[in-house]
């Protein structure tokens, strides 16, 4: 198991892990375990990380690759609310506390539509818009060259505008 | 409205930057560090204690029961006991044989081994109820049992008890007699030898007055009965 100064820097990331993994799972009962899960790896596979490498996205590999072995499975088994409308399609900021009227609602579009990108796009523009990881450091993490990386933002961007305006004109 | 969202990459991004971020519960923290701790090692040695003293406990489970039971080592704590539990019986089930004395003598010398040429038979104060063998302390025996006015039970036993030895501290002088009173469950016994004969009266009066009364019972018995081993 990890040293406690390993286990010390790595929970100084707790809050940013928490924050991407509420947005891949939905549910924070998910994103408590996964990211319980995601800690516990880190811990126990301290010795393979490399120091002077960054420790944030190292951190947020363990936690995707976690998320795409076990969560997503469960993901799909989703059930559908009782009002028909499927989970993955309903706002997930309603409840933020920080937001006034004005912003939450931009912002729950915003998140309708970041909740149906495909997890690749949506991974990338978390990673790289919300976190502000460097490119290289998310093509580390989605295991992928840089260029994919600026594709995929890019398309991502672009059917986040898309489905912005749908939302926008209904 | 539809030109809103033909937003530049710049203006996106900064609406991408600014969604609202979730904050990880404390108590998240706490069930990482305690599950990243590792448990406390066990001691080496505290494993084959616990196996030891669960194989000895399992042993004395399984040995207790035919242990002999734990008996006085003094000798007249021994007898003492043996006839406070006759005298209970007699209290719980009765007597198993109401015969009247002195019909019933050569039947009983026969059965006891102890011949009784002079028994009390019983007066105002005392009345017979039965007599009948025993077996105590390995040795034939007789017993007469006797009640008085107030309801009390006592209970006269006489049995070879050669190697008997009637302790001094506990002897109590009445009239012409030294026995000894000793205490047992709960009940009081006289204690006292006739001869190779060791004889004992129990009851329950155990109180300062009860004692004194029970002292004249032990006068009445005393002076009006002769156990002799039969053979």
């Given at each position: 198991m990890a040293d406690l100064?390993f286990?010390k820097q790595?929970l100084?990331?707790?809050?940013a892990?928490?924050n991407?993994?509420?947005?891949?799972?939905k549910?924070?009962?998910?994103a408590?375990?996964?990211?319980?899960?995601t800690?516990?790896r880190?811990?126990?596979?301290?010795h393979?990380?490399q120091?002077g490498t960054h420790?944030?996205a190292?951190l947020?590999q363990?936690?995707?690759?976690?998320?795409?072995t076990f969560?997503r499975?469960?993901?799909?088994e989703?059930p559908v609310?009782?009002d028909?409308v499927?989970?993955?399609d309903?706002?997930m900021?309603?409840?933020?506390?920080?937001d006034?009227?004005t912003?939450m609602d931009?912002?729950t579009d915003?998140?309708?539509?970041?909740?149906r990108?495909p997890?690749?796009?949506?991974?990338v523009?978390?990673?790289?818009?919300?976190?502000?990881l460097?490119l290289?450091?998310?093509?580390?993490?989605?295991?992928c060259?840089?260029?994919?990386?600026k594709s995929r933002?890019?398309?991502?961007?672009?059917?986040?505008r898309?489905?912005?305006?749908d939302?926008e004109t209904? | 409205?539809?030109e809103?969202?033909?937003?530049?990459?710049e203006?996106?991004?900064?609406r991408?930057?600014g969604l609202?971020?979730?904050?990880?519960?404390?108590?998240?923290?706490?069930s990482i560090v305690?599950?990243?701790?590792?448990a406390p090692?066990r001691?080496i040695?505290?494993?084959?204690?616990l196996?030891?003293?669960?194989t000895?406990?399992?042993?004395?489970l399984?040995?207790?029961?035919?242990?002999?039971r734990i008996?006085p080592a003094?000798?007249v704590q021994?007898?003492?006991?043996?006839?406070?539990?006759?005298?209970s019986?007699?209290?719980?089930?009765?007597?198993?044989?109401?015969e009247?004395l002195?019909?019933?003598?050569p039947?009983?010398t026969e059965?006891?081994?102890?011949?009784?040429?002079?028994v009390?038979?019983g007066d105002?104060?005392?009345?017979?109820?039965a007599?009948e063998?025993?077996?105590?302390?390995?040795?034939?025996?007789v017993?007469i049992?006797?009640?008085d006015?107030?309801g009390?039970?006592?209970?006269y036993?006489a049995l070879p008890a050669p190697?008997?030895a009637v302790p001094?501290?506990?002897r109590?002088p009445i009239?012409?007699?030294?026995?000894a009173?000793l205490?047992?469950?709960g009940?009081a016994s006289?204690?006292w030898?006739q001869?190779?004969?060791?004889?004992?009266?129990?009851s329950?009066m155990?109180?300062a007055d009860?004692v004194?009364?029970?002292?004249?019972?032990?006068?009445?018995i005393r002076s009006t009965?002769e156990?002799?081993?039969?053979?």
């Amino acid at each position: 198991m990890a040293d406690l100064d390993f286990q010390k820097q790595a929970l100084a990331h707790l809050d940013a892990l928490y924050n991407f993994a509420m947005y891949l799972t939905k549910r924070p009962p998910d994103a408590d375990d996964l990211v319980q899960e995601t800690y516990l790896r880190a811990f126990r596979f301290s010795h393979r990380f490399q120091p002077g490498t960054h420790l944030r996205a190292w951190l947020f590999q363990i936690l995707r690759n976690t998320f795409l072995t076990f969560y997503r499975v469960r993901e799909r088994e989703a059930p559908v609310a009782e009002d028909g409308v499927p989970e993955w399609d309903v706002p997930m900021f309603h409840h933020a506390p920080e937001d006034d009227g004005t912003a939450m609602d931009a912002h729950t579009d915003l998140e309708r539509a970041m909740r149906r990108l495909p997890e690749e796009f949506r991974t990338v523009l978390l990673l790289a818009e919300v976190e502000g990881l460097p490119l290289e450091e998310v093509a580390r993490v989605m295991a992928c060259p840089v260029g994919t990386v600026k594709s995929r933002i890019f398309r991502a961007k672009e059917r986040l505008r898309g489905m912005l305006t749908d939302y926008e004109t209904k | 409205m539809t030109e809103r969202f033909d937003e530049s990459d710049e203006s996106l991004s900064r609406r991408l930057a600014g969604l609202p971020r979730y904050a990880a519960p404390a108590r998240l923290r706490v069930s990482i560090v305690e599950a990243a701790s590792p448990a406390p090692r066990r001691p080496i040695w505290l494993s084959p204690l616990l196996a030891a003293a669960a194989t000895t406990m399992a042993l004395a489970l399984l040995v207790l029961p035919v242990l002999p039971r734990i008996t006085p080592a003094d000798p007249v704590q021994r007898y003492v006991r043996a006839v406070v539990s006759e005298h209970s019986r007699t209290l719980m089930w009765g007597a198993r044989h109401g015969e009247i004395l002195p019909t019933a003598l050569p039947w009983l010398t026969e059965q006891s081994g102890i011949a009784l040429p002079k028994v009390f038979v019983g007066d105002e104060r005392l009345t017979f109820v039965a007599a009948e063998p025993v077996y105590l302390e390995r040795q034939r025996g007789v017993a007469i049992h006797y009640r008085d006015v107030d309801g009390h039970m006592l209970t006269y036993i006489a049995l070879p008890a050669p190697g008997l030895a009637v302790p001094d501290r506990a002897r109590v002088p009445i009239g012409r007699w030294r026995p000894a009173l000793l205490r047992d469950s709960g009940f009081a016994s006289w204690v006292w030898k006739q001869g190779d004969v060791g004889c004992f009266i129990v009851s329950d009066m155990v109180s300062a007055d009860d004692v004194e009364r029970f002292k004249e019972y032990f006068t009445r018995i005393r002076s009006t009965t002769e156990p002799v081993p039969a053979h």
